[in-house]
């Protein structure tokens, strides 16, 4: 039987490689033969993060049906953020904390979606609910992930029932949450390094909203200046990417993580929905995006919401 | 705050009804206000379940959003198969065991799928997770639930996990399974009486395959010329629904559930994906489909992937 392959979404951030990881890490404990892959590059948090708890990423693969006709998917469903042939492959089971859009199977699957803050609080219940002992670098992984998607707790994503798991996953990984988890932040903001084709792409999401082809990028800063005083250039490379990917609009957005805001760069034919959506005024095609700082529940509902009866 | 309204789908079985009443009780039980409701009318099977058990059926709704803003799905997923204005309201979460498809949310959910033979499955389970005991009326909605969607253990969507889940249920509810079981099936399969506009809408699921737009119908018999001896009239209303609906197909199975086959009878312009599906010659309209009871793991994937790319 060929293994079944376990991966996250494209433009990998930390909680999507180090969940393939972690469920395959269950799986294979309960014998079902998997491998985790991974769909892009590592971006500097998750390299820290892999390098910490001395564990090796993932597979690097372009496509999936070529080794497999089983797939399972962690943290996302949409399928242009997937594999580029997942349509040939049948997805046995997905985990995943996100809305569900844009996904269809002939049959029944294995679906686990919770509206937590992360992946890897809903595979720590999958280890309990299977009573598997999780061992100390699969913690250290959880923990990065939890850390990684809540901002260090303080996302409005943030459940209480992700405050529990990485109690519960930093005694088993023994570390400190607030000082592994700086160090590690720090890791994945400092941008100034960062050329800005990296940059755009480093954790950008594309979407479906009404008729609009849309991507979302984020990035996390210390210092949000380390890319917008080189905004002329960011803008050229989203506009390079619009026209290559015939997008409505891309909104990149760079998340202060120690003020808790954002600055959202707007293009695109329907760059106005953003301001109807925040109620503010894009000047110099940005905008101070006052206290957000989750993608997923301040800026994707939102955006789908007032796009989804737009005119441009 | 508005009650949270739980409900299955349309043309509502067993499963669906029994399955509303038991997640509403979990819930209530939880503490969170929540009403179980249906969309249509108990067949006879139900019928004698809720009489057996002697618990009132759901309330009947015909539309959702003028009483509430959130909902559960239980035992579906599919828009065209759930409440007419589905879109107008917020779907928190869902508990199922079909296909994912036609669903789509803008934000993050639970949703709880897993490949079983039926919700009351699943639904063991989240008692357990939470530590609720089960009482024994519910015990008893619950094995009824199985029996009806696993034809008494005998469907090949019946998977080991079931099998235990009534046993455990069925000692609670205290019935016999076997004999239990065969007085239910029956009670809901005696067909002679019914008239034919009431079996085309009994358990009648729409889908979107492909381009086709397909009404699959499934009714179980103790006897099948119960209802072929009425082909010519039965015709005549499956002709008029697919008129009224604009449906490319309309796929009737009767199912023996002594022999565990199944005659299909298929109207409208792409009925010949049938013969192709199971290369069968359809005579008379109709054709026996050996060994087919299941229509979630034997008719609906097969018909999807046929029609995927089929051309009339």
């Known amino acids: ?126 280890f309990k609910e299977k009573g598997v002992a999780i061992r100390k670098e699969i913690a250290g992984l959880m923990v990065s992930s939890i850390i990684s998607d809540t901002l260090l707790l303080k996302s409005p994503t943030c459940t209480p029932e992700d405050e529990a798991a990485i109690k ?51 990035v996390n800063a210390i210092d949000t200046s380390d890319v917008l005083d080189r905004q002329a250039e960011l803008e050229a490379s989203l506009k390079q990417i619009i026209a290559d990917k015939g997008l409505d609009l891309f909104l990149f957005v760079v998340t202060d993580i120690l003020n808790s805001d954002s600055v959202g760069v707007a293009l695109g034919s329907v760059a106005g929905a953003v301001e109807k959506a925040y109620n503010v005024k894009l000047e110099n095609n940005k905008a101070l995006l006052k206290g957000v700082v989750s993608r997923k529940k301040q800026i994707v509902p939102i955006m789908t919401d007032t796009l989804a009866n737009y005119q441009a």
Request: hydrophobic share 40%; charged share 25%.
């Open 1 to 126: 039987m060929d293994k079944t392959l376990i991966f996250g979404h494209k433009n990998p951030d930390t909680d999507t490689i180090c969940s393939a990881i972690v469920y395959a890490d269950l799986k294979r404990q309960l014998g079902v033969p998997v491998e985790a892959v991974r769909l892009g590059s590592l971006n500097p948090e998750t390299e820290f993060v892999l390098d910490y708890f001395k564990v090796e990423a993932p597979r690097l693969v372009e496509t999936v049906s070529n080794e497999t006709k089983q797939v399972i998917l962690v943290d996302h469903n949409e399928r242009q953020q997937s594999a580029n042939d997942i349509d040939q492959v049948q997805v046995v089971e997905v985990i995943d904390h996100h809305r569900i859009a844009n996904f269809e199977t002939s049959g029944p699957l294995y679906y686990r979606a919770e509206p937590v803050g992360c992946t890897a609080t809903i595979l720590l219940k999958l």
């Open 168 to 218: 519960e996953l930093a005694e088993i990984a023994r570390v400190d949450i607030q000082d592994y988890g700086l160090q590690m932040l720090k890791a994945g903001a400092n941008l100034r390094d960062k050329r800005i084709d990296e940059l755009v792409n480093l954790d950008a999401k594309e979407f479906q909203m009404g008729n609009y082809k849309v991507m979302i990028a984020q």
